[in-house]
């Protein structure tokens, strides 16, 4: 495949995992896709802090209308706290704020702590984060040195396992909901053990079922080797329902019109032809009928592929 051919079936509709170094911004990682690749429309699905590492899910082309659905999938991540040292930002980029000597002396007092934390709990986002409050973003308020109330949210954490304790450092690997900020977690924890706490490094490690094992290093992306590391959206997106449609029902699906299914009421579903192609996004509401809300092909190619 010449560059040219690559860069085109990117264009079109490209999932790429990323494996995010530290020391960039999500952004910073978006601008060096679009300048490697020579496209313009280029987005990612979830934010990582620059200290963060690991997947980010950079969607190219028609694919950055998925960039929701991405988001909205259960994340894992791998991340060491310092315990005994808080920060205004609450990990290791920003200013010491407190420090305490007196730490746990074994893992028994940091599991009973970390029991509470398992869940649904609730969670105050970091005021460094890209939250808005009154339509600023939350960072930008921060580093106009305001602090301002913000909202606790409830955010679900599938497990909550120790790693390792070496004073001061604690490992944790944490499976969680959208929307859950691990710094805010660690900070909450280290509170509970009396002692404060903050991130010092932070790996994520998947997004639904794509891992970090999947992901091309930014110091390998070319136009020519891109084409290999793409994600299909069925399998990007396979923590959503399937719907699997007859080659008439795809037609209508691709035109715009509802199709009566046998699924269950979804609010995003994947839908799909009876080849298992993808072809988008549908909603099935508690009447059977499945609405299209994003679909990926185009109307042409619907009716060449599937002729009435």
């Not at 995010?20 to 896709?33: E, F, N």
């Not at 308020?141 to 909202?151: Q, T, Y």
């Not at 298992?276 to 109307?299: M, N, S, Y």
Request: hydrophobic share 35%.
């Amino acid at each position: 495949m010449t560059s040219k051919q690559a860069r085109s079936r990117v264009t079109e509709l490209g999932i790429l995992p990323i494996d995010k170094p530290g020391g960039m911004t999500s952004h910073d990682v978006v601008a060096r896709v679009r300048k490697t690749l020579g496209i313009k429309k280029v987005g990612h699905a979830g934010t990582l802090d620059p200290l963060a590492t690991g997947v980010l899910v950079v969607c190219l082309g028609r694919a950055t209308r998925l960039s929701d659905y991405l988001m909205g999938q259960r994340k894992r991540y791998v991340t060491r706290v310092r315990l005994g040292v808080e920060t205004n930002t609450l990990d290791a980029d920003g200013e010491v704020t407190a420090r305490s000597q007196v730490l746990p002396d074994g893992i028994e007092s940091i599991e009973a702590a970390a029991k509470q934390f398992r869940g649904t709990i609730r969670q105050v986002p970091p005021m460094y984060s890209a939250r808005k409050v009154s339509g600023k973003r939350l960072h930008e308020l921060a580093r106009a040195g305001k602090v301002v109330e913000r909202e606790a949210r409830d955010v679900e954490i599938d497990s909550l396992d120790i790693l390792d304790y070496t004073p001061p450092f604690l490992d944790l690997d944490v499976r969680c909901s959208k929307g859950t900020y691990i710094r805010s977690l660690a900070a909450d924890l280290g509170r509970a053990l009396r002692c404060g706490g903050s991130v010092e490094t932070l790996r994520r490690t998947e997004i639904g079922r794509i891992q970090v094992d999947q992901c091309v290093g930014l110091d390998h992306l070319t136009a020519s080797s891109v084409s290999p590391a793409l994600l299909d959206p069925y399998e990007a997106l396979s923590d959503l329902q399937e719907c699997r449609l007859t080659d008439e029902e795809i037609n209508r699906f691709a035109h715009g019109n509802e199709v009566s299914v046998s699924s269950e009421p979804t609010d995003a579903c994947r839908v799909t032809d009876e080849a298992a192609a993808f072809w988008g996004i549908g909603k099935v509401g508690p009447d059977g009928r499945l609405h299209p809300v994003c679909v990926l092909r185009e109307q042409e190619t619907a009716r060449e592929t599937h002729p009435a």
